[in-house]
């Protein structure tokens, strides 16, 4: 099994700025890729940004403010938002695609979710 946690999400101010954290655990032989997602209320989850070894991606909302960033020795990922939006209020989910175990199967695991509310 592989477990993922997010954290640093908060309360910020328009303007501000957050980084996410994400760990993945577990029997991990490889990871292939790391992503940020988010789901505000009443809407659908959405992309935000992902990084894997051949590239980095970001949903158009965040680009030239969210930096996405990888630390492989320790299964980690960040995410790194500035000038925040009122819109970016939302519950950010990291996921984590790779192999595991023994047998190097492969997986693809979310995290729990970490609040971000950007409020005035």
């Known amino acids: 099994q592989v477990q993922v946690a997010e954290s640093g999400g908060g309360l910020e101010q328009p303007g501000g700025s957050l980084r996410l954290s994400c760990v993945a655990s577990?029997?991990?032989?490889?990871?292939?890729?790391m992503g940020w997602y988010r789901q505000a209320p009443g809407k659908q989850r959405e992309f935000v940004a992902s990084?894997?070894?051949?590239?980095?991606v970001y949903a158009d909302s965040g680009k030239g403010r969210f930096t996405i960033s990888r630390h492989n020795a320790t299964n980690t990922v960040f995410l790194q938002m500035n000038a925040l939006k009122l819109e970016d209020t939302a519950v950010y989910y990291c996921?984590?695609?790779?192999?595991?175990?023994?047998?190097?199967?492969?997986?693809?695991?979310w995290g729990q979710g970490t609040q971000v509310t950007v409020s005035s």
């Open positions: 990084i894997s070894n051949r590239n980095t």
């Open positions: 996921n984590v695609i790779g192999r595991y175990g023994s047998a190097s199967l492969p997986f693809g695991s």
């Open positions: 577990g029997n991990i032989v490889s990871i292939n890729s």
